[in-house]
């Protein structure tokens, strides 16, 4: 079956670069989460999406956005990194926000900067 | 402020054997509750999951029990497999609309053969 799809699987940036991630719901998913998880630390939720609106919001730095796209995809933007920000970025999916009790997770994107 | 604790990193059990797995919460809103297991490198897999409504939920060699008066759930896999080795997180979340699960720190499994 198909699963919820990272890209890339690894970045390495230096500071004050910006860098993408890129989530791919599995199909007929229309809601995604974004998960930071530091170095031994668990998952902190950032941010969500559902039908291409933004649903809920965590801890999400100002030098971070996010945004769905019409074919449920989103992309996660950094920008200014720090060194802080290196962590395993980890997008989920649900069907619908009623669904979103079971989250799908992806591979996740190891962003490591410099 | 952790709302979900998991107080023990790391769990060693006998192939064969029942491993418990355990998760404290603090918030009494929580009303959903996951188990996810993390391989490394791989991104965490949903395993079980359990309604406030209910006190015990289970899926084959996996067993999640709730105490809610406690606030504290469990997870039980028996028998336990070498495969089973693993980070297990258990997730909460309460209904403000959108399912933003809150994550303990995980507990590291190993099960030997």
């Known amino acids: 079956a198909a699963g919820v799809i990272q890209s890339p699987r690894h970045l390495i940036k230096e500071k004050r670069e910006t860098a993408t991630l890129k989530c791919y719901p599995i199909p007929r998913h229309d809601t995604v989460y974004w998960y930071q998880q530091g170095p031994g630390q668990d998952p902190q939720f950032l941010i969500s999406f559902y039908e291409k609106m933004q649903s809920d919001k965590g801890s999400i730095p100002d030098r971070f956005s996010a945004q769905q796209f019409s074919d449920y995809h989103s992309e996660l933007n950094m920008s200014s990194l720090e060194l802080g920000d290196s962590a395993l970025y980890f997008c989920a999916s649900s069907s619908g926000l009623a669904g979103g009790y079971e989250q799908y997770f992806g591979p996740g994107t190891r962003l490591t900067v410099t | 402020d952790q709302q979900v604790k998991q107080n023990s990193p790391s769990l060693s059990v006998q192939e064969g054997r029942i491993s418990i797995l355990n998760c404290d919460y603090t918030n009494s809103m929580f009303d959903y509750f996951l188990w996810y297991k993390k391989y490394p490198a791989e991104g965490p897999t949903f395993l079980i999951s359990?309604?406030?409504?209910?006190d015990k939920n289970e899926d084959g060699r996996f067993t999640v029990f709730l105490n809610k008066s406690a606030k504290h759930l469990s997870l039980h896999i028996v028998p336990s497999q070498p495969g089973d080795s693993a980070v297990y997180f258990c997730a909460a979340s309460s209904p403000s609309g959108t399912y933003k699960y809150i994550f303990g720190t995980g507990t590291r499994l190993k099960v030997l053969a």
């Open positions: 359990i309604s406030s409504i209910k």
